[in-house]
């Protein structure tokens, strides 16, 4: 038995040998460039749509932000079903849940020690419920990743605007961050301060945005409890928020960003400036990619009289391409209802909407395409174009280094029909693309039909009309290094 694991190991040894003579003589892989995604937040990226749960004392009490005075025994959601919420979700593409353990209001969704104010003095299941534990666990059985909310801002407690409520914020976190399992975001809220009940002192108390939260160190401390979470904010540090709550990067939007607070000087939850943070900064210092909230409905908590109001699939779609489609992710918010239900209303529409992307993106005209390029690195198959087809954003079709500007044809079989092309770069390697235009082979000739700027994890082009033709030219236009993208795919979107 032994001497059989010994000759294996023998063999295995020499294969490795070999394979690092055949790595030794071929050319070097591209070298990174500028800022660089972390494991984390390449991973996160990659999910590209996560559900926002907004739910606490408001939807019982119709409000969008509680005072912090609300009577604890109003919230009872008698019909509380969080498998029936995380399965919607999951039936609608969602990878991730994120879930407003804490709103402003201060009311906790979990039996926090940190204060009475939270469910363990609600009627709901005679205050022996615990709502985060319930979502985290549904969305462990439906295979989502599960994200905590817990607002900075807590209009409820006594000693907010003091030390202590910092210590109170920081358990409350703990908590969240070791009773729960993994946890894979983050969410920093930017409303910070103003007016409240602060356990009846009922004033206005407005608290240092820079300095009051101790931010190094709470962030330490998600770090520490929960090394994997993605944390989120107006100013990163790993995902920053978009500057706007209608869902929407801006046409060019880098991965990269320098935060600059509202009057240039540093930057903060809720000290940003936000016009900034739709388009990231070109040669940033920091990898951090944007995220774009936006509700299903007008409100973020469950309106009755909002019923009506609900985004269509179409302008889902229509998100999920001025989102994911331009390099940043889509996190929709749908409010449970009193009854701690999805409406059928939002189910229903989340549904289309995942229908119509699985449809869109089925078939995809490369595959069965021939792929040339104007220059593979080291004319390496390792880095041909038939990488951009393989649906492994790992493996990428890369150029020598001085070559920034290569060209990439696809030769149908026969004349196709298509009107979406998706991109993805090489993130691991940076953002590098700064520039792409893409040309159809119509009447003997190249006629261009779409461009992009910024490409990062996804870039969704959307022609101007569907086009039919039997070649399709990719050219790219401006880059920082050498050319690594990882996948090319053409499509079709059935009107
Ligand atoms: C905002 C909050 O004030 C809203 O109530 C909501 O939670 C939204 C996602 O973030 O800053
Ligand atoms: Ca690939």
Redesign the pocket.
Known sequence: MITTRRSFMAGAALAVVGNLHAFAKSVSPPSPFGALPSLRQLRWERMETNAFL?FTVNTFTGR??GEGDEDPSVFNPEGFDPDGIVSALRAGGMKGVILTCK??DGFCLWPTKTTDHCIRKSKWKDGKGDVVRDIADAAGRHGLKFGVYCSPWDRNNANYGKPAYVETYRQQLTELLTWYGPVFEVWF???NGGSGYYGGAKETRTIDKHTYYGWPETWGLVRKLQPEAIIFSDAGPDVRWVGN?KGLADETCWATYDPVGEDGGPASPGNILSSASMKGTRFGSHWMPAEC?VSIRPG?FWHGQENDKVKTPEQLVDLYFKSAGRGATLLLNLPPDRQGQLSAQDVASLEGFHQRIERLFRDDLARGARLRASNVRGQEHRYGPQMLVDGNPDTYWATDDEIHTPELTLDFARPQKLNVVRLREAIQLGQRIGGVALDAWQDDAWREVAQATSIGNCRLLRLNETVETSRLRLRITDSAACVALSEFGVFLVQE
């Open positions: 907004h969008e932000w709103h402003h809220d930017g409303a709550e909230d973020w």
